[in-house]
């Protein structure tokens, strides 16, 4: 077989891990599913209110604050915090008891110090007083970054009534947004600056939650199986920044890896023209492990908390290609012909040439496969 039809077969396998990677990796950006818990109509909501009647029977009934939510300005100041900005507002009706405290908290914020609520508005409309409250609050939540750079989140704001335990039960405002549908985006500013993020849809969702203290209130019945209104945002990164940043220096590294494997030569004359030595490949991986590792450590520092993601295994795949090439060249160099030593000094070093991109492709393959 000529050289040119191995270099071929070399090439078309390359070509096709790389396109069944491109198309999972589109598929993945293209699809998105609906949460199917979402709240949708005032339907649903009485729905988990009548589930929560018959699970408290011993209540003498549960009140409802209609509330809605509009965020101005959303972004990622942690791997695991995120800041909001915008205004909420609830609906009180008038014959609601005066002990009722007119307000709510964010249970996930954290440093308090910084959060910053005041009234922006107070409104009578009819026979319901409308509070609207500007705020400014950051929340912790856990993230799965797990499939980085093409993973997607979904960023909520879980609010409780001022006065908890009052079994007082948040409701969505339905009426105050013209859609609240699936693959809606509402109660966003639509000048929002997303930055690395794209905005898949809004929605209201209940979140059951479960407490193993009644907070030293006797008569507490939100320590189990009671709907928290949560405001939620989902969120997809957009691949082309993480793409520049992280795949580009990876790919143009293991284009100058595979380019010291196709100096290696027996040929002097050809060694003396490429400036080809032991010492020379080696030095040039070594610069390459550390330009790789730089920027494997950048991608730690923003994902400080989270596990290995997908895009680290391609750093591994290239650390693992240094290693093999450097020592691919210093076996080359040794002149030891015997055994399984042979394959390298076959025709200059082909078969570790020709056998390069097919396998690193083909563990990039393996790995979205695994991933997605």
Same mark, same amino acid.
């Given at each position: 077989?000529?050289?040119?039809?191995?270099? =071929?077969?070399?090439?078309?396998?390359?070509?096709?891990?790389?396109?069944?990677?491109?198309?999972?990796?589109?598929?993945?950006?293209?699809?998105?599913?609906? /949460?199917?818990?979402?709240?949708?109509?005032?339907?649903? *909501?009485?729905?988990?209110?009548?589930?929560?009647?018959?699970?408290?029977? +011993?209540?003498?009934?549960? @009140?409802?604050?209609?509330?809605?939510?509009?965020?101005?300005? @959303?972004?990622?100041?942690? &791997?695991?915090?995120?800041?909001?900005?915008?205004?909420?507002?609830?609906?009180?009706?008038?014959?609601?008891?005066?002990?009722?405290?007119?307000?709510?908290?964010?249970?996930?914020?954290?440093?308090?110090?910084?959060?910053?609520?005041?009234? &922006?508005?107070?409104?009578?409309?009819? /026979? *319901?007083?409308?509070?609207?409250?500007?705020?400014?609050?950051?929340?912790?939540?856990?993230? +799965?970054?797990?499939?980085? $750079?093409?993973?997607?989140?979904?960023?909520? @704001?879980?609010?409780?009534? &001022?006065?908890? /335990?009052?079994? %007082?039960?948040?409701?969505? +405002?339905?009426?105050?947004?013209?859609?609240?549908?699936?693959?809606?985006?509402?109660?966003?500013?639509?000048? %929002?600056?997303?930055?690395?993020?794209?905005?898949?849809?809004?929605?209201?969702?209940?979140?059951?939650?479960?407490?193993?203290?009644?907070?030293? %209130?006797? /008569?507490?019945?939100?320590?189990?199986?009671? $709907?928290?209104?949560?405001?939620?945002?989902?969120?997809?990164?957009?691949?082309?920044?993480? =793409?520049?940043?992280?795949?580009?220096?990876?790919?143009?590294?293991?284009?100058? #890896?595979?380019?010291? #494997?196709?100096?290696?030569?027996?040929?002097?004359?050809?060694?003396?023209?490429?400036?080809?030595?032991?010492?020379?490949?080696?030095?040039?991986?070594?610069?390459?492990?550390?330009?790789?590792?730089?920027?494997?450590?950048?991608?730690?520092?923003?994902?400080?908390?989270?596990?290995?993601?997908?895009?680290?295994?391609?750093? =591994?795949?290239?650390?693992?290609?240094?290693?093999?090439?450097?020592?691919?060249?210093?076996?080359?160099?040794?002149?030891?012909?015997?055994?399984?030593?042979?394959?390298?000094?076959?025709?200059?070093?082909?078969? $570790?040439?020709?056998?390069?991109?097919?396998?690193?492709?083909?563990?990039?393959? &393996?790995?979205? *496969?695994?991933?997605?």
């Amino acid at each position: 077989m000529s050289h040119r039809t191995l270099w =071929f077969i070399s090439l078309t396998l390359s070509l096709l891990f790389v396109a069944g990677t491109g198309f999972i990796w589109h598929g993945e950006v293209a699809t998105y599913e609906s /949460d199917p818990q979402q709240l949708l109509n005032q339907a649903q *909501v009485d729905a988990v209110m009548e589930a929560c009647v018959k699970m408290h029977p +011993d209540q003498a009934g549960f @009140l409802t604050i209609p509330t809605g939510v509009f965020i101005q300005s @959303l972004e990622f100041v942690s &791997a695991s915090d995120v800041n909001f900005t915008g205004y909420v507002w609830q609906r009180y009706a008038m014959d609601l008891p005066p002990t009722v405290t007119r307000g709510l908290v964010f249970p996930d914020e954290i440093e308090s110090a910084m959060t910053w609520t005041r009234e &922006a508005y107070r409104r009578r409309d009819g /026979d *319901v007083e409308v509070i609207g409250w500007y705020f400014d609050v950051t929340v912790r939540q856990p993230f +799965d970054y797990s499939r980085y $750079p093409l993973d997607r989140h979904d960023v909520w @704001l879980r609010l409780w009534h &001022a006065d908890f /335990d009052k079994n %007082i039960i948040l409701t969505p +405002d339905f009426n105050a947004y013209r859609s609240t549908a699936k693959g809606e985006a509402f109660g966003l500013d639509q000048k %929002i600056v997303s930055g690395l993020w794209q905005i898949n849809e809004t929605f209201f969702g209940y979140q059951h939650a479960d407490y193993d203290t009644n907070f030293g %209130i006797p /008569d507490y019945v939100g320590q189990e199986h009671f $709907p928290e209104l949560h405001f939620n945002v989902v969120v997809s990164r957009r691949f082309l920044n993480a =793409f520049i940043v992280n795949l580009i220096p990876l790919f143009i590294v293991a284009i100058l #890896l595979m380019s010291i #494997l196709l100096t290696t030569t027996a040929d002097k004359e050809k060694a003396e023209t490429f400036g080809f030595s032991t010492s020379g490949a080696i030095g040039a991986a070594s610069a390459l492990f550390f330009v790789v590792m730089l920027g494997h450590i950048q991608l730690r520092e923003t994902l400080t908390d989270a596990p290995i993601v997908y895009i680290e295994q391609y750093y =591994f795949v290239i650390y693992v290609a240094i290693l093999m090439v450097a020592l691919n060249v210093y076996l080359f160099t040794s002149g030891n012909q015997r055994g399984v030593f042979r394959v390298l000094t076959y025709e200059h070093n082909l078969i $570790p040439k020709l056998i390069y991109f097919p396998a690193i492709t083909a563990s990039l393959f &393996a790995i979205t *496969v695994r991933y997605f």
